[in-house]
């Protein structure tokens, strides 16, 4: 059975600065997506970025890059010049033939002025 | 378009009663999932639909909990005779296909059972 791990419950940074939350994960399967939610206090998951297994190339969004390492089941995001309104929850997911996702238990992101 | 959405956003019911959550997704989207989300916790995989099949219920907590969907559009949690224990916001998501798709997730309902 596929498994997420989010080994930080909680991570704070300094406004501007630069954030890594970590992600690592177990599956037999050669196939697969692997996604990064942010969960605000309003509770709506909200798809940061999304990463296919098949792609060498690490995926960016803005001031969002992950680092994903497949031979080491990682999957870590970097979120830059942080601002006050990336606060949230943050899950880790992993999507295979199983059709549903696969959640980490979640990163509590802090961002201070 | 339009996103996924839920109602009630809210809900408030006493032990032993019956709720029904609904959940429409985004148009077109033939897959729809159903999570459950406790409080400080990740989320917790109930069902999912491949147009108005559900292919695997063995994520339903107990024989309390049923879904149904119709018309591959709108959806519907039904909780049987609620528990303290069913107190949790439900999530539901949508993406065009089932296997390798990207999830869009509607506000959720919180469900508080008195």
């Known amino acids: 059975a596929q498994t997420v791990t989010q080994s930080q419950p909680e991570m704070s940074v300094q406004e501007a600065e630069t954030v890594t939350l970590s992600c690592t994960y177990d599956?037999?399967?050669?196939?697969?997506?692997l996604f990064w939610y942010k969960q605000p206090p309003s509770r709506q998951m909200i798809l940061v970025i999304r990463?296919?297994?098949?792609?060498?190339q690490n995926a960016t969004e803005n001031r969002f890059s992950v680092n994903f390492q497949k031979a080491a089941k990682s999957f870590s995001l970097k979120i830059s010049d942080s601002q006050l309104g990336d606060a949230a929850m943050y899950f880790c997911?992993?999507?295979?033939?199983?059709?549903?996702?696969?959640f980490g238990k979640g990163t509590k992101l802090s961002v201070k002025p | 378009g339009a996103g996924v959405s839920q109602s009630p956003s809210n809900k408030v019911t006493e032990k032993g009663k019956d709720v029904e959550l609904r959940c429409d997704p985004i148009?077109?989207?033939?897959?729809l999932y159903w999570y459950r989300q406790r409080l400080g916790q990740g989320l917790e995989f109930l069902i999912y639909?491949?147009?108005?099949?559900?292919?695997?219920k063995s994520g339903l907590p107990s024989d309390r909990f049923s879904a149904e969907r119709t018309g591959e559009s709108v959806s519907t949690l039904t909780i049987q005779r609620t528990q303290q224990e069913d107190s949790a916001v439900y999530l539901c998501?949508?993406?065009?296909?089932?296997?390798?798709?990207?999830?869009?997730f509607g506000p959720g309902t919180r469900l508080l059972v008195l």
């Open positions: 990463q296919e297994a098949y792609k060498q």
């Open positions: 998501a949508s993406s065009e296909t089932v296997f390798l798709g990207t999830q869009y």
């Open positions: 997911a992993f999507g295979g033939s199983q059709g549903n996702l696969i």
């Open positions: 148009s077109g989207h033939t897959a």
């Open positions: 639909f491949q147009g108005n099949s559900a292919p695997d």
């Open positions: 599956t037999s399967e050669s196939d697969y997506y």
